[in-house]
């Protein structure tokens, strides 16, 4: 199975900073036709996940423009420029290239300071 | 509207069986390959199980494999997962998830249930 390895697992950012999430494949995620299968997810507290990030860097309908992906091969980011208080929550990342076998990031917590 | 409803989360004794089901809405359900992905209490995603648009592809987890079986009812617009051999590592919120794209498409998670909880305890 492909791993995914996210860092941090837990980031701590002051309201309209920056924060940024890393994600880390064992083996390349472009799949045979050139995309690369690789979604960021975002779970709220209490709440079902929602999809942000699909084929690497394209935002997923509604998503505020705050956030953005990027990355390729085996890396991949997760960036969020000014963090609003309803970005707390858990943020992972998951492969679907292989797609018999998905396999998502451990997930990272995403506090206000 | 999209709208996913799973149901029939239980407590269940281990060894025991039960199927949860996904009621999907607001879109051309034959079109879609459709998902169930699970969170155990406290703990991240675990992907369990896809299948294709016409039910002709399966594909499932190591950890379900031989246990769980995934199937669909075009014609009642409704997902299903029959787990049987439950064990206590089988405890989670059960999430069915809508492909992003119809047909065909990359495998991405456009849209979630909000979950049906399966806990398996003596």
């Known amino acids: 199975d492909i791993v995914m390895t996210q860092t941090p697992l837990f980031s701590s950012v002051t309201l309209g900073q920056p924060a940024s999430i890393s994600c880390r494949s064992s083996q390349s995620l472009v799949h045979s036709g050139g995309d690369t299968h690789l979604s960021w997810l975002q779970q709220r507290p209490g709440l079902r996940p929602r999809l942000l990030i699909y084929n690497i860097s394209d935002r997923f309908s509604g998503v505020p423009d705050r956030f953005s992906g990027s990355g390729a091969g085996t890396d991949s980011t997760l960036k969020i420029s000014r963090v609003e208080a309803e970005d707390v929550g858990v943020y992972y990342c998951m492969q679907t290239t292989q797609f018999s076998r998905v396999t998502f990031g451990q997930g990272t917590k995403l506090e206000i300071k | 509207e999209v709208q996913l409803v799973e149901s029939g989360g239980a407590v269940v004794q281990p060894g025991g069986s039960l199927r949860v089901s996904c009621s999907a809405s607001g879109f051309t359900f034959k079109d879609y390959t459709m998902h169930w992905v699970r969170q155990p209490p406290r703990k991240g995603l675990e992907w369990v199980s896809l299948?294709?648009?016409?039910?002709?592809?399966?594909y499932y987890a190591d950890s379900v494999k031989g246990r769980f079986t995934i199937s669909r009812d075009n014609s009642k617009n409704s997902l299903y997962l029959q787990m049987n051999s439950l064990t206590v590592e089988d405890t989670a919120l059960y999430y069915c998830a809508k492909n992003l794209g119809p047909g065909v498409s990359p495998y991405y998670f456009g849209c979630w249930g909000q979950g049906t909880l399966v806990t398996v305890s003596s």
């Open positions: 299948i294709n648009w016409d039910g002709s592809r399966t």
